[in-house]
């Protein structure tokens, strides 16, 4: 089966930094993707990631674990925009996404 | 630009109606396609893989004749709710690989049954 654990919520301060955490359990792993999503928007492209280590991209960095079916999205330099839900999400066998519940972070000034 | 493209956008139907939302990408052939479904405050639910050419897939609890899915074409996949009721009010979105593990998403469809 599968399961996608992420925290349900965080809360950050603009100029900061955050980690958000994702566990998981697949049948069948072809990477692990995070996606920003605002409310009533599509899911947005922020990092994917197949072979364990890290991914930086800008002010995204992404780390994966296979082994340890773990990874986290780090975002720095917190900015106001960045408030939206982060979704971990796992690719499968059969290239279909299992979407963690998300983690609905709230950037305060 | 929009790499995979979705539409309606928004829909307003009445219960009892069908509505259908159109999945096409865009310059290129998707033989599979896939249909999420998200409700407020919840994330993506994969409901089922269409298939160019073949059967849909539905996931565990998606009625097959309640959510009809055609895939006739290699850029095109259609959903279906049909004899739709306020509880299917909900955002779906599509998506599609473009190479290997690159994965798009439409814009998403919000369906509001009243």
């Known amino acids: 089966g599968q399961n996608i654990d992420q925290p349900t919520e965080m809360t950050a301060t603009e100029g900061a930094i955050v980690q958000i955490n994702c566990t998981y359990q697949t049948s069948g792993f072809n990477g692990l993707f995070w996606y920003q999503q605002h409310a009533g928007e599509a899911p947005t492209f922020l990092s994917y990631?197949?072979?364990?280590g890290l991914e930086e991209k800008g002010r995204f960095s992404s780390f994966l674990s296979r082994s340890k079916g773990y990874s986290y999205l780090l975002l720095k330099e917190l900015q106001m925009k960045d408030s939206a839900s982060y979704l971990c999400a796992a690719l499968g066998g059969r290239r279909a996404l299992t979407f963690g519940s998300g983690t609905r972070l709230q950037v305060q000034p | 630009g929009a790499v995979v493209s979705q539409h309606p956008s928004w829909v307003i139907c009445k219960s009892g109606t069908s509505v259908k939302i159109e999945c096409r990408s865009l310059?290129?052939?998707?033989?599979?396609m896939f249909w999420y479904r998200q409700f407020p405050k919840q994330s993506l639910m994969l409901m089922a893989t269409?298939?160019?050419?073949?059967?849909?897939?539905?996931e565990q609890g998606v009625e097959k004749d309640k959510f009809l899915i055609n895939h006739a074409s290699l850029t095109l996949s259609t959903l279906t709710v049909t004899s739709a009721h306020p509880e299917d009010s909900s955002f779906y979105i599509c998506?599609?690989?473009?190479?290997?593990?690159?994965?798009?998403f439409g814009e998403g469809s919000w369906l509001t049954v009243v």
């Open positions: 269409s298939n160019e050419g073949s059967k849909a897939t539905y």
């Open positions: 998506s599609a690989s473009l190479r290997g593990n690159t994965i798009y």
């Open positions: 310059d290129f052939q998707a033989t599979t």
């Open positions: 990631n197949v072979l364990d």
